[in-house]
């Protein structure tokens, strides 16, 4: 009988699993431009999206004013549920403490007044805004004051919402702040970044989301939980010390850079059986250079995290397990768009929200051109990641090779991200050699994300053969190796 009601009671305090299906999805967008319609389409019709809370700006203080800078450019979104979204400086945030909430609040208010304006020229429909700053855990409870008086200065009908860091879970004045709220994002990512490079500390972990939105729940507020999908890169002086953090920079760059030097590969945190939450990637730089605009000198280091679907996908199931009635839906920071390569795709983050297995598919084809002439032809070959799963970001991520019938090449180009080679094939196997004596080329995918293409310009010493067969070989970011070959007709002009 006491087991019995220790099951009973250990029922009622579970909440029921909820299905991918039942979740709403939403983006952060935190560019400087608002999105295209096309990034909000994609993401509409792969993820269900139906809200996107948009970076509109942010607060500083300039001569002791508050003012509002970097507002986003370009019309703002209207085939979207729009949720404006405001961060504040160090600076702001540093004086916070000493600043008259009911000045700051009637400030803020103002500026969220202009951009209501705006977005009604434009045609967009604003729910609400969101206060995203970052203040000290134990300043809550004037963040508290902060709030109830932008309360008060807001529209009739207008959402106040902020986020939420890891740190403030444990204060009881969370509530006080959350009173002002009618909902909240409480991120469950990014608590702590490594001030050494000796110490590895994942962006996000699934166990952490489990633990976090357990949490949440028991607050017995609604919100939404704000999960990672992006990278960032972590800059250390050669003694190990941390310089700097950029959440930009390209993982092709680096993965293909000869100044650098890769000296170790690794995941971190646990998904599904032996996929990694995380990759990640350490770099050191042979000289002093300038790598896309920042300096580094010779033996400082590169620290790429990046995150990987399945690490997503068991962190979404979380939620879905623990957040219960308060949970209002999943936002991922932050919006992927075409040619951002430092994000997960968004093939990989509808398969990862979906709670899909990943599938590795390429599609291959050929066109020729133009004709045969002087004995010679120029041919165009394509790769496309048509699967949900991603290569990992270096140099052996992915590798194909096409192989055809002809008298050697001429010249080869490829698309950025990609290299390639001339080699021969005998059948038991291929050697790098001249371009004449080629009969089939190899190309190096330093990324390959679902959606990506390849693209191969090839000029043959010979007539335009009828097909082309590829064998192809990726180490996946799940931490497995896909293997295939396909045989293809080249399209005749």
């Known amino acids: 009988m006491v087991l019995a009601s220790v099951a009973w009671g250990l029922s009622l305090g579970r909440p029921r699993a909820l299905s991918p299906s039942e979740v709403p999805i939403a983006f952060w967008s935190w560019r400087s431009s608002a999105p295209s319609a096309i990034d909000l389409n994609d993401a509409s019709s792969q993820t269900r999206a139906t809200s996107l809370f948009l970076h509109a700006g942010q607060f500083d203080l300039i001569n002791e004013r508050i003012s509002r800078i970097r507002p986003v450019s370009g019309p703002l979104p209207s085939a979207t549920t729009l949720f404006l979204v405001y961060n504040a400086t160090r600076d702001l945030l540093g004086r916070f403490e000493r600043l008259s909430s009911a000045d700051l609040a009637a400030q ?174 350490v770099y050191r730089s042979r000289h002093d250079l300038i790598l896309d605009g920042t300096p580094l000198r010779r033996g400082e280091f590169v620290v790429v995290q990046r995150p990987t679907a399945s690490g997503l996908r068991a962190s979404a199931r979380a939620v879905r397990e623990c957040g219960g009635g308060q949970l209002l839906g999943i936002c991922l920071f932050r919006l992927p768009s075409r040619g951002d390569t430092t994000t997960l795709s968004l093939g990989e983050v509808a398969c990862a929200l979906s709670d899909s297995d990943q599938q590795f598919s390429i599609e291959a084809g050929g066109q020729e051109i133009s004709p045969c002439s002087n004995g010679r032809s120029h041919v165009a070959l394509t790769l496309k990641n048509t699967g949900s799963a991603s290569s990992l970001a270096g140099s052996a991520g992915f590798t194909g090779m096409f192989r055809f019938p002809s008298a050697g090449l001429r010249t080869i180009t490829v698309s950025d991200g990609a290299s390639v080679e001339p080699v021969y094939n005998d059948g038991s196997g291929a050697v790098p050699c001249t371009e004449t004596r080629a009969n089939a080329i190899r190309v190096y995918a330093r990324l390959f994300q679902p959606g990506a293409v390849i693209r191969v310009n090839l000029e043959l010493l010979g007539p335009t053969p009828s097909q082309c067969s590829l064998s192809f070989e990726a180490h996946l970011d799940d931490a497995t190796v896909a293997r295939g070959t396909r045989t293809f007709s080249i399209q005749q002009r």
């Not at 969101?130 to 902060?146: A, H, M, N, S, Y």
Request: with cysteine; charged share 25%; glycine share 10%.
């Open 108 to 281: 803020v208010a103002r500026t969220i007044e202009d951009d209501l304006q705006r977005a009604d020229g434009d045609g967009a429909y604003v729910s609400g805004v969101q206060v995203d700053w970052d203040i000290p855990t134990r300043l809550l409870p004037k963040f508290g004051e902060f709030l109830a008086q932008l309360r008060k200065r807001l529209s009739p009908g207008c959402k106040l919402s902020i986020t939420g860091l890891p740190t403030w879970m444990s204060s009881p004045n969370l509530l006080e702040c959350l009173s002002h709220c009618d909902f909240w994002v409480p991120q469950f990512y990014g608590d702590v970044i490594p001030d050494r490079i000796d110490e590895s500390r994942p962006i996000s972990s699934p166990d952490k989301v489990r633990r976090s939105a357990t949490t949440a729940r028991r607050l017995g507020h609604p919100f939404l939980a704000g999960l990672a999908a992006y990278e960032y890169a972590l800059h250390y002086s050669a003694n190990g010390t941390l310089v700097g953090v950029r959440g930009d920079l390209d993982p092709v760059l680096l993965a293909g850079s000869d100044d650098l030097e890769l000296l170790d590969e690794s995941g971190l945190g646990q998904a599904d059986g032996a996929a990694p939450a995380e990759w990640r990637f």
